[in-house]
T-cell receptor, first 115, second 116 residues
């Protein structure tokens, strides 16, 4: 079985500051890992995903994440926050080797960006 | 191209009534998923279709919930005898089946269900 823990339900940063959203996973097999963003009253949009290729994954809007097997982590970062980054972010896991099947999501982290 | 669409966008119903939620996946996507998003439970998986078959329906919370998919395209999630705890946003997602692994699930905007 797979599970995801997102540390911090709310993160607040100043515009231009580093964004760091934490995600730790548990999986009995090598995982596929995803970060999604949700803006108010919208569905989820994929930011980036890890599928056992490069451990440093670059996504849209300047976000990136690094897969660290030894730490079972997949933290999301962005060097400089923008006001438009304010949203809720979800980390998700699916068992590796399976192209399909359910995603298991973390509880989400609401990112607030202050001017 | 068109993304995943869901209808209605909002639904208010009375306790005990049945509701149907519709999902139109991205054209050509063979896999289709239903999730539920609520304040207390976060994002929960409900059911997964591969074509018209449902290999995994482990997330359906009770026998009041059912779903079907016809023609390998449109899917309908039906909730019978709705309860107040069914109030949530119901999200649909679809993905292609290229066999390369790690397929992305593309989400619709959701149906916001309120049971009074």
């Amino acid at each position: 079985a797979q599970s995801v823990t997102q540390l911090g339900s709310h993160v607040s940063v100043s515009e231009g500051a580093l964004v760091l959203l934490r995600c730790n996973y548990s999986s009995s097999v090598p995982p596929y890992l995803f970060w999604y963003v949700q803006y108010p009253n919208q569905g989820l949009q994929l930011l980036l995903k890890y599928t056992s290729a490069a451990t440093l994954v670059k996504g849209i809007n300047g976000f990136e994440a690094e897969f660290k097997k030894s730490e079972t982590s997949f933290h999301l970062t962005k060097p400089s926050a923008h006001m438009s980054d304010a949203a809720e972010y979800f980390c998700a896991v699916r068992a590796g080797g399976t192209s399909y099947g359910k995603l298991t999501f973390g509880q989400g982290t609401i990112l607030t960006v202050h001017p | 191209g068109a993304g995943v669409s869901q209808s209605p966008s909002n639904k208010v119903t009375e306790k005990g009534k049945d509701v149907e939620l519709r999902c139109d996946p991205i054209s050509g996507h063979t896999a289709l998923y239903w999730y539920r998003q609520s304040l207390g439970q976060g994002l929960e998986f409900l059911i997964y279709f591969q074509g018209n078959s449902a290999p995994d329906k482990s997330g359906l919370p009770s026998d009041r919930f059912s779903a079907e998919r016809t023609g390998g395209s449109v899917s309908t999630l039906t909730i019978q005898r709705t309860q107040q705890e069914d109030s949530a946003v119901y999200l649909c997602a679809s993905s292609p089946m290229t066999g390369r692994g790690g397929e992305t699930q593309y989400f619709g905007p959701g149906t916001r269900l309120l049971v009074l």
